[in-house]
């Protein structure tokens, strides 16, 4: 009985985050129309509330993802479609999804590209999750007002990118945080699940790869992935 309950709560929980995605996302886009128009003219004050609620469904939007493809994980093994993809283009998009959060917080984006082939072969969809969440990640749990860098680069037949913030990873062991449902959410204040980074680790694992959390000497921190660049083309 215990676990038929469970397993009801469950699925009331999914078909929750299932119906949650459409309004959450027509409400992204509608914000983000109003405050791309010209005709329109806002005040600070305006600007900034709808900024601040275009932050928040855009945190909204990645919490529903996330839990989403938790039950997916749940359910059935994480099948990949490995296929060549501009690294760019995936890179720019997940700029794109988190540029509002960027801007309430007063971070800059510093984005360093050292790949020497513009293509790679991986899963573009759940490479796009991933490094949307670290990029969220470091916005949530990064200090207002400063730098965040991202990097990309293949090495030793591998794609690796990776992102520093200002900040501290608080876990005795830096692997805890990729552990399901930690998070530094109550510390911090911030509305945050725990599940991105664990999403995050199952699919860099899926990809045959690794990713690592760190924090650095110079009061940052710094978390990674690399996967191995996968050749498709015969």
Sequence with gaps: MKDTTIKQNENLIENLAHDLKSPIFSQINALNMLLKDKSIEFNDSQRELLGNVLTSNIYMRDMVL???????????ALKLKISANSIQNTIDFCINSIEPALFENNQTLVVKNKCKSPYAEFDEIEIKRVVTNLLSNAIKYGKIGTKILLEI????GNLKISVTNKGKISFKNTDDAFKLYKTKSKENSKCGSGLGLY?????????????????????????????PIISTIQ
Excluded: C
């Design 199 to 227: 999403i995050s680790k199952q699919i860099i694992d899926a990809h045959s790869g690794k990713i690592k959390a760190e924090n650095l000497s110079n009061e940052q921190v710094k978390i990674s992935f690399e996967i």
């Design 66 to 76: 996330n839990m989403l493809a938790n039950f997916r994980m749940k359910n059935s």
């Design 153 to 156: 680069e293949d090495k030793n």
